[in-house]
């Protein structure tokens, strides 16, 4: 069973950088056609899909986000990562990371728990 963990500071002052990990058992975030997520629900709002990287490495960003997104991964630790820089208090959400067996699809197979970060000073 594919299990997903975010972990990270759930408080983070304006201007700085946010990192995230997720950290992903019972599976390999470097099995064939697999993509991983990091999306984000801001309260109030719905969930915004911010990027992801793919079983090859290779990564994605919503244009909205890009100039300020940074995903990557660890193989050998089977981790992905998220920086997202130059935080402001409307970065303020709940961050989620998701798996997808095919990246191809409409939906995700696999999500973690989220975890609530606050930005303010």
């Known amino acids: 069973q594919v299990q997903l963990q975010e972990s990270g500071p759930g408080l983070v002052k304006p201007s700085q950088t946010l990192s995230l990990t997720c950290t992903v058992s019972?599976?390999?975030?470097?099995?064939?056609?697999?993509?991983w997520s990091w999306i984000r629900r801001p309260p109030g709002k719905g969930l915004e899909w911010m990027g992801a990287i793919t079983d090859t490495g290779r990564t994605l960003y919503t244009p909205s986000l890009q100039s300020r997104t940074s995903i990557s991964r660890d193989t050998s630790k089977n981790h992905i990562t998220l920086q997202l820089s130059s935080v402001t208090p409307e970065d303020t959400a709940v961050y989620y990371c998701?798996?997808?067996?095919?990246?191809?699809?409409?939906?995700?197979?696999?999500w973690g728990q989220g975890t609530q970060v606050t930005v303010s000073s």
């Open positions: 998701a798996g997808q067996i095919d990246g191809l699809a409409n939906t995700w197979d696999y």
């Open positions: 019972g599976g390999s975030i470097t099995t064939m056609y697999t993509f």
